[in-house]
């Protein structure tokens, strides 16, 4: 079986069916979405529905975490959500919110001695016990060795991964493609023009679709 393990799609519906083409994926191919399915891009819903309706799994990210927050209703009062996220809340159906309900902060899967997480992993935390601030939103490690989302506090936190697990993950859509000896960064910043990318195993090769728009800043 083939695992196809997709980067931060971010509601671009056209470019993952591009990248599903491109890898000439199969039903019976195993596809995992490494969190952001949804905002920013111009179809969220529809790409929860093909992760629904191909049976994909996935792990949950920072902005899918922030849009199931809003639906049910916890929310900071006097805060508005942004238009992107708004756009999320208004167009998603039962079937779609149940599924990103649904989804871990992280998955192993112990036959390819991979684990898929969006953010990321502090070292030295056993995974169990990592925060979840961290594996949705984690991007760097200070020299200190303090875990920051920022991407100017330190170096990548993919670096100071010990192994020997793979880890795959996105979220760095400022880093762009990551390759360290145990640990893959997916965010080719297809959303904000760049490309969506996969990573197929067990043939360890990278596939990608260039953007069809930018869609949004890469500072938004």
Not at 173 to 199: E, F, I, M, N
């Amino acid at each position: 079986m083939r695992t196809l393990f997709i980067g931060d799609v971010h509601g671009c519906a056209r470019e993952l069916d591009a990248l599903l083409a491109e890898c000439n994926w199969r039903p019976g191919d195993r596809v995992v979405l490494v969190g952001d399915l949804v905002a920013k891009g111009p179809d969220s819903a529809g790409v929860i529905r093909r992760a629904r309706e191909g049976g994909f799994l996935a792990v949950k990210g920072n902005h899918d975490a922030h849009v199931l927050r809003w639906h049910a209703g916890r929310v900071v009062p006097g805060k508005k959500l942004k238009p992107e996220h708004q756009q999320v809340v208004d167009t998603l159906c039962a079937e779609d919110w149940a599924y990103l309900e649904s989804l871990p902060a992280y998955r192993r899967f112990p036959d390819l001695n991979v684990i898929a997480v969006h953010g990321g992993v502090v070292p030295g935390i056993p995974l169990e016990k990592q925060p979840e601030e961290s594996l949705l939103n984690l991007r760097s490690i200070a020299k200190d060795g303090t875990p920051s989302k920022r991407v100017d506090d330190g170096e990548p936190w993919a670096s100071w991964w010990p192994g020997p697990e793979l880890i795959i993950f996105g979220h760095d859509a400022l880093r762009g493609l990551q390759k360290h000896p145990y640990a893959l960064g997916l965010d080719s910043g297809c959303v904000y023009g760049g490309k969506l990318t996969a990573y197929v195993l067990p043939e360890g090769r990278f596939y990608s679709v260039r953007a069809k728009h930018s869609y949004v800043d890469v500072d938004s």
